[in-house]
């Protein structure tokens, strides 16, 4: 590989001829050799997107020179809009805890662009990152990509979710089942019943999403190095938000205290918290799905979800519950996920937190995880699955729990033997409490007939 020598303030060193970045990434390269991974491409569009905006709200308060912004809001709109992104930004996710390596990254990168198009020298720390410092540009762009990604994949992907779960179960809200808590039988349920709850957990869900929506907006961006905003214009906070939203279609907002959003990353945590919380719903969807799908003899079998691939490489026939089981292992790293970005949020030590690109990777890989998958789930397991009601009445009728509609007239003694009784001779609770009570048989089949029994009263 033919190399050239650039310099920084530590002094000189190799980079490959043909890199758009210069010393301080090849420094990076070479010191964090450890995942091979680099921060996601969504946060790196927030990083140009940042760029841009200050490009343009430095030309207003006279900063720069109108050329010399346009030069970088140029650069800025090549590299969003390049198929090749990605491999002008190799920095490491564990580098040191600022993220200063990546934007000086997208300094450098922008820097060599933009001096193209000025015809003269950009430099990376006084033209690209004026006013800017990465103790405030990369807590502003764990912001700016949270919510670009919410808004742009994980808030539809889920309300896609929640409307395909809806109209599924009111399509099945002519089929009734078992009811089960602690997995044993309990009474019935409709299937609408057992879809919209969770439906309504799922719009819990956004609706604390959107809430925490309103935080991420808000950035520390202006509060430079410490928090004070030294080297940045009084004005630049301001005219920097309203130029991002400009660009983004979003509206931000400058932060309330800057030193509270450098210092800490307590939105961040709080979303995880939240991203947690949807896995958790992912979890509760996918194993009932698992559940209701079991068998198809042995298990539960009350419906079947679409056959999409072998099951097994040594058992023929078998069909799995790949987009159950899928979810589920998404719901499972986004909880590790959870628990990383939480000992991150821990490390604010003093005025900056010093984990701030393993906070954006994780945050923001479990945004797209939740997002792809909730489109799976929908799509491929909710709105294909089909419901096996010869199943469901086979074991609803024969339910002994049922006898629990008597309780209000023979009392709870009485209709407890019942059950016992119909549990041992393995018949109809209706049968048992014919012989057992008072009551005649038309009489008993409307009090227990299942269908009734899922809209409540006495």
Known sequence: MKMRIEKDSMGELDVPENALYGAQTQRAINNFSISGEPLPEAFIRSLILIKAAAARANQTLECITPDMSKAIQNACDELLNADDLMQHFPVDVFQTGSGTSSNMNANEVIATLSSRYYGSVVNPNDHVNYGQSSNDVIPSAIHISATLELTGH???????????????????????????????????????????????????????????????????????????????????????????????????????????????????VALSGQLKAVAVTYMKIANDLRWMNSGPLAGLGEISLHALQPGSSIMPGKVNPVIPEATAMVAAQVIGNDAAITIGGQSGNF????????????????????????????????????????????????????????????????????????????????????????????????????????????
């Open 154 to 268: 994980l808030l539809p992907a889920l309300e896609h979710l929640k409307d395909t779960i809806v109209e599924k179960g009111t399509a099945l809200a002519g089929y009734t089942k078992t009811g089960r808590t602690h997995l044993m039988d309990a009474m019935p349920v409709r299937l609408d019943q057992t879809f919209h709850a969770w439906a309504a957990q799922l719009q819990d869900n956004i609706d604390n999403l959107t809430y925490l929506e309103s935080k991420t907006t808000q950035l520390a961006q202006g509060g430079t190095a410490v928090g004070t905003g030294i080297n940045a214009h009084p004005e630049f906070a301001v005219l920097f938000a309203k130029e991002l939203s400009d660009l983004t279609k979003v509206t931000f907002t400058k932060g309330q205290n800057f030193f509270a959003l450098i210092g800490s990353q307590d939105t961040a």
């Open 351 to 458: 005025e900056l937190n010093v984990m701030l690109p393993m906070i954006a990777k994780n945050l923001l890989n479990s945004i797209k995880l939740l997002a792809n998958s909730g489109q799976l789930l929908a799509d491929n397991a909710i709105a294909t699955l089909t419901v096996n009601e010869d199943k469901l009445n086979e074991a609803l009728h024969r339910n002994p729990i049922l006898v629990t509609a008597l309780n209000p007239i023979i009392g709870y003694a009485k209709a407890a033997d019942i059950a016992k009784r119909a549990y041992k001779e393995s018949r109809p609770v209706v049968d048992v409490a014919e012989e057992e009570t008072d009551l005649g048989r038309e009489e008993l089949l409307a009090l227990l007939d299942p269908a009734k029994l899922t809209h409540g009263g006495i």
